[in-house]
């Protein structure tokens, strides 16, 4: 099987690493050359360093990994044996279309055409192409060699087997996929995390609590729970199932979610509160933030190497 990822970005580069990780040929497509030469020595250096704290994904070698990802520049020859076509490019509508556009004419009815979109609707991205039976949206989190969920939103058109297809070489590649059964605005995770955000905004806009102890709550509270378990299952065990959970509790919530307040705005003088709080334990400087993103990551690989040892016992 042959994978693209049109851009070489941060998202285009992850994909790469995790499909050749699944020991997937993998074609990293740019329109410049320099950029694909610094994608590639940006790539070998992380499975390097992967290599070395033993944290590289898949059984083979970096150096067998690497071996499996080339470079192109022109998108009719990237395009070419591809079964899985994967866009990377930043979020913007117009410029989907346009590389949508141009795959269509040059991809025969095999290939599945994919993006990495995190809030563009299926249905605005690949509406009136000939091969719409074939897109779908295949949104990671980032980094998204370290969080394997991956959101699976069908267009309206989307033939079942392109989902099922996807489905499956995402499970095969080690990703975690989940099926939309339709599309709607947000997907699924920023939903849920956008509403975890408007409410931790309203909290704090109140000064019911400080922006580091909202943080705190979810970090060492809620989040610690959720990176095992979702919230139904949360439900279903802190009672002696679901039924009996809303029995006890539906009243509860009922009453304290009537109480949350408007949409927030974003901005003014909570946003300058928050930003205040935020800047003072992570200055707002590319190498501390580089830092802190860095050390994040490492704390995300640690947890997805304890979240597989907890699952193969």
């Not at 979020?91 to 346009?98: F, S």
């Not at 095999?110 to 249905?123: G, R």
């Not at 000064?207 to 989040?223: A, F, K, N």
């Not at 009922?254 to 205040?276: D, R």
Request: glycine content about 8%; charged content about 25%; hydrophobic content about 40%.
């Amino acid at each position: 099987l042959n994978a693209i990822f049109l851009f070489s970005g941060l998202i285009g580069r992850s994909w790469a690493m995790v499909f050749a990780a699944g020991g997937f040929k993998v074609k990293l497509y740019d329109i410049a050359q320099q950029q694909l030469t610094n994608a590639l020595e940006n790539i070998r250096k992380q499975m390097k360093e992967l290599e070395e704290s033993g944290l590289l994904k898949g059984s083979l070698s970096a150096e067998q990994q690497l071996a499996l990802i080339s470079i192109c520049t022109d998108l009719k020859a990237a395009a070419e044996g591809a079964t899985f076509i994967q866009e990377c490019t930043p979020e913007n509508l117009e410029l989907k279309k346009k590389i949508f556009g141009q795959l269509d004419l040059i991809v025969g009815d095999k290939v599945i055409l994919s993006s990495s979109t995190s809030c563009l609707l299926p249905s605005k991205l690949f509406t009136g192409l000939k091969h719409v039976k074939q897109c779908i949206v295949s949104h990671p989190v980032n980094p998204p060699y370290f969080v394997p969920l991956v959101e699976i939103v069908p267009h309206p058109e989307t033939d079942p087997s392109t989902t099922e297809r996807t489905y499956t070489l995402m499970k095969k590649i080690g990703q975690s996929p989940v099926k939309l059964n339709r599309e709607i605005e947000g997907f699924v995770l920023n939903r849920l995390q956008y509403a975890v955000i408007s409410e931790a905004w309203r909290l704090v806009g109140e000064g019911i609590v400080s922006p580091t102890d909202l943080d705190l709550v979810m970090s060492d509270g809620l989040g610690m729970r959720y990176a095992f378990i979702g919230p139904l299952e949360t439900m279903h065990l802190n009672a002696e199932g679901i039924s009996n959970y809303c029995e006890r509790y539906r009243e509860g919530m009922k009453l304290v979610l009537n109480t949350f307040g408007p949409v927030p705005e974003f901005s003014g003088e909570i946003q300058q509160k928050i930003s205040q709080a935020m800047s003072e334990k992570i200055p707002v400087v590319p190498k501390v933030l580089d830092a802190r993103r860095k050390r994040r990551d490492e704390y995300l690989t640690g947890l997805a190497k304890l979240k597989k040892e907890m699952k193969s016992d």
